[in-house]
């Protein structure tokens, strides 16, 4: 070991106010690169030089984490953030990005529901004119027909034909029953 004055992680912890946990992640998170020079480790127990702690503890005060927010283990959920203030500006911004694609977004929604209202309006007056077309359709051929009978030749003699018939018949259902039955006899 070296002559210099050497912590361990326990007592850095201490004296800045954070958990155990929180300044091992320092010493292994990012800031790893920078304080591995001054981490010795001896028996198993980590030992970090003055200037390793200088680092650690430039590294809380970065991100203002060290307000005693790890003394204790985590027993309840985080309900607040406690980030940076450059953070909290950047949360600020994303909500306002948020509220303001919401309100942009609730626009649209607005503007489809007026669409879809004048869709199913048309959709309403095309069934409508398919309605009547149809009619008029029917009532076209139902036309057709009845100019043809009775421009046709054939026709003619056919509906004649069917009208002496017809006549025929009725004739011989205004006898009586009476007539009908000693005819049969």
Same mark, same amino acid.
């Given at each position: 070991?070296?002559?210099?004055?050497?912590?361990?992680?326990?007592? /850095?912890?201490?004296?800045?106010?954070? #958990? *155990?946990?929180?300044? =091992?992640?320092?010493?292994?998170?990012? +800031? %790893?690169?920078?304080?591995?020079?001054?981490?010795?480790?001896?028996?198993?127990?980590?030992?970090?030089?003055?200037?390793?702690? /200088?680092?650690?503890?430039?590294?809380? #005060? *970065?991100?203002?984490? =060290?307000?005693?927010?790890?003394?204790? +283990? %985590?027993?309840?959920?985080?309900?607040?953030?406690?980030?940076?203030?450059?953070?909290?500006?950047?949360?600020?911004?994303?909500?306002?990005?948020?509220?303001?694609?919401?309100?942009?977004?609730?626009?649209?929604?607005?503007?489809?529901?007026?669409?879809?209202?004048?869709?199913?309006?048309?959709?309403?007056?095309?069934?409508?004119?398919?309605?009547?077309?149809?009619?008029?359709?029917?009532?076209?051929?139902?036309?057709?027909?009845?100019?043809?009978?009775?421009?046709?030749?054939?026709?003619?003699?056919?509906?004649?034909?069917?009208?002496?018939?017809?006549?025929?018949?009725?004739?011989?259902?205004?006898?009586?029953?009476?007539?009908?039955?000693?005819?049969?006899?």
């Amino acid at each position: 070991m070296s002559d210099k004055p050497m912590k361990t992680i326990k007592q /850095i912890a201490d004296e800045i106010g954070v #958990s *155990k946990q929180a300044v =091992y992640k320092r010493v292994k998170g990012s +800031p %790893h690169k920078v304080v591995a020079p001054y981490v010795h480790t001896l028996d198993g127990v980590m030992y970090i030089l003055e200037q390793g702690e /200088i680092l650690i503890i430039e590294a809380f #005060s *970065k991100s203002d984490a =060290y307000d005693g927010a790890h003394k204790e +283990p %985590h027993t309840k959920p985080h309900t607040e953030y406690t980030g940076s203030h450059t953070n909290n500006d950047e949360i600020l911004f994303l909500r306002e990005q948020n509220k303001m694609l919401f309100e942009q977004l609730s626009a649209k929604d607005g503007l489809l529901e007026i669409e879809r209202i004048h869709s199913r309006e048309q959709a309403d007056k095309l069934s409508n004119l398919a309605t009547q077309l149809a009619e008029l359709t029917r009532n076209n051929q139902v036309l057709l027909g009845a100019e043809q009978s009775r421009t046709n030749p054939v026709l003619v003699m056919n509906n004649e034909m069917n009208k002496i018939e017809s006549d025929e018949k009725n004739k011989v259902s205004k006898k009586g029953i009476l007539q009908r039955l000693f005819k049969k006899l």
